[in-house]
Nanobody, 123 residues
Framework: QVQLVESGGGLVQAGGSLRLSCAVSGGLFSIDAMGWFRQAPGKKREFAAAINWGGDTTDYADSVKGRFTISRDNAKKMVYLQMNSLKFEDTAVYYC????????????????WGQGTQVTVSS
């Protein structure tokens, strides 16, 4: 069974940066693409970024493109989300997700999910 554990969330001022990490364990043979999703208070969970197994293909939501960077280190079993130029509207719980298939921005395409880490951006 794949387990995902996020870390790195916190409180940051607008314009600042944070790096989220996702540690992957168990059943690594069953996962391919990894993604980050987020859910703001009172809103539906939405796609933020995704990366394929090899790390050479990425996808971003328009709202984070140019500010966020997703990366992975398969040897360390880690996935990262570098978030720069943070805005108040980036405030959300951020979830790491994995799927046994190619890169996707669809929430329901992902099989495994972490518990989430809170990111709060003060204006």
């Amino acid at each position: 069974q794949v387990q995902l554990v996020e870390s790195g969330g916190g409180l940051v001022q607008a314009g600042g940066s944070l790096r989220l990490s996702c540690a992957v364990s168990g059943g690594l043979f069953s996962i391919d693409a990894m993604g980050w999703f987020r859910q703001a208070p009172g809103k539906k969970r939405e796609f933020a970024a995704a990366i394929n197994w090899g790390g050479d293909t990425t996808d971003y939501a328009d709202s984070v493109k140019g500010r966020f960077t997703i990366s992975r280190d398969n040897a360390k079993k880690m996935v990262y989300l570098q978030m720069n130029s943070l805005k108040f509207e980036d405030t959300a719980v951020y979830y790491c997700a994995a799927r046994p298939g190619p890169i996707s921005n669809g929430e329901y395409e992902y099989t495994y999910w972490g518990q989430g880490t809170q990111v709060t951006v003060s204006s």
